[in-house]
Every structure is written in C-alpha cells, then in structure tokens.
C-alpha cells in the first residue's frame, strides 16, 4: 500500500512571496489532515476535510492560508503571502474515516514526509 | 480547549533500560489516543491506537495505557535499543468534530 505522498519535500521563499503543498492521501481514505509543526513543537491541525468537505478549519489563518480537496483525493495547501512565523514543516495525513460506532473512532492516521518551509 | 502535556520533554538512557513516557490531557471526553514517533526530518509513524473504552495497547516491546479518570496515558518501553531514539508523541482525539490534539513530545535517546 503506497503511503501519504507530499510536495515538494524543501521550500525556501522571502516574505510576502506565495508557496503551494500538495499532497496525495492513501487510496480510499476518506479523510485528510494538513498540521503546521514549528521546530520543538507538536503539530498543530491547521485543517481537516472528510472527503472534499470542510470538517475542521478553526485553526487555519484564513487571511493568509488556504486549501482545497478537489474530488475528494488531493488537496493543496497555500500561503499568500508567507510571514516569517510561518517557518515550519506542513504534514499531512489520512485515515480512512472517521466514523464512530458506541462512541468509539477506529481509525489510525498516516503521515506524510512533510514540507519543510523556510521564509526569510 | 483540548490540552495535551508531554513530560519529560527530553530523556537520555543507557540500552537496555525500560522506560516510560507520560502524557496528560485535560478533557477526558476522548474518542481515542495515539502514540507517535517521529524522526529527524520525516513524518509520524503511528506506534499504538488505544479506544476510549480500553485501557491498554501492545505491540512487540511497546505498551501503551489509559487512565480517562485521571487524564493520563503512558507508553513503556521495555528493553530500549539505540534504534529506539526518536521524537514520541501522543495525540488526543476528541470533540465535536473529532478534532486531534498533539502533545509537544518526548525526545528520547538510548545510549549504546
């Protein structure tokens, strides 16, 4: 089974310049993550879709980030315009959903490599 | 708000030592936990899934507990090997939308 595909892999930028993130999520998983992780931290969720809508966005910089999961599969992630605070690596991540019996979610995430992104 | 902690931040053992690492969360209303490893510069490897109505996992040398009442989960390691070295994270998942909180992380390093 072919895992989480991300890219690219390095991105160096200045300021105020725009970047893009692809990624490629496991076959049939319905569900996709995209995590900002700064250096010594641990992810942090910036959004997440379950097939190509929107379940979880209210940590996503709306002003300056964007993303989209055209057709349920891909999904792109961008910055426009990037400030030096957004130095960090963007993961991304699937399951296969996240549906719940008695309560319970069953369902492991996959990490991508990540993008690491450097704005100076 | 869902708040995750990771102590210690950093730990360094001699091979061969057992060893457990903590996590703590302040809202025990969790659907699930997971244990994550994390190496230089690549992605997260999921190491164990605990449900929240069971309270231990096992893989090979790995066990993972949970503790809802007290908001804590452990991951012991047993037997550490230098190839244990790496990043360990935990991660909640709870709320409405299910949505996945993640600890800062413990960096571990086993000393041949």
């Known amino acids: 089974e072919a895992g989480v595909a991300q890219s690219p892999r390095y991105k160096i930028i200045e300021k105020r310049q725009s970047v893009a993130f692809w990624c490629n999520p496991i076959s049939g998983h319905a569900t996709l993550y995209w995590y900002q992780q700064i250096l010594g931290q641990g992810p942090k969720l910036l959004i997440q879709?379950?097939?190509?809508?929107?379940?979880?966005d209210s940590q996503l910089p709306k002003d300056r980030f964007s993303a989209e999961r055209l057709k349920g599969v891909d999904s792109t992630l961008k910055i426009q315009p990037a400030k030096l605070e957004d130095s960090a690596v963007y993961l991304c991540?699937?399951?296969?959903?996240?549906?719940?019996?008695?309560?319970?979610?069953?369902?492991?995430?996959?990490f991508g490599p990540g993008t690491r992104l450097t704005v100076l | 708000k869902q708040e995750v902690t990771q102590i210690p931040a950093a730990l360094s053992v001699p091979e061969g030592e057992n060893l457990v690492l903590n996590c703590s969360f302040t809202?025990?209303?969790?659907?699930?936990l997971q244990w994550f490893r994390q190496d230089p510069g690549k992605g997260l490897t999921s190491l164990l899934l605990i449900q929240s109505s069971q309270r231990e996992q096992t893989s090979g040398r790995l066990n993972a507990s949970l503790d809802k009442s007290s908001g804590r989960s452990t991951l012991y390691i047993a037997a550490s090997q230098p190839g244990d070295s790496a990043t360990y994270l935990c991660a909640i998942t709870s709320g409405g939308y299910q949505k996945v909180t993640f600890g800062t992380g413990t960096k571990l390093q086993v000393i041949p």
């Open positions: 809202d025990s209303a969790i659907y699930n």
């Open positions: 991540a699937s399951s296969r959903a996240q549906g719940w019996t008695s309560g319970t979610s069953t369902d492991t995430q996959y």
């Open positions: 879709f379950q097939n190509n809508g929107v379940v979880d």
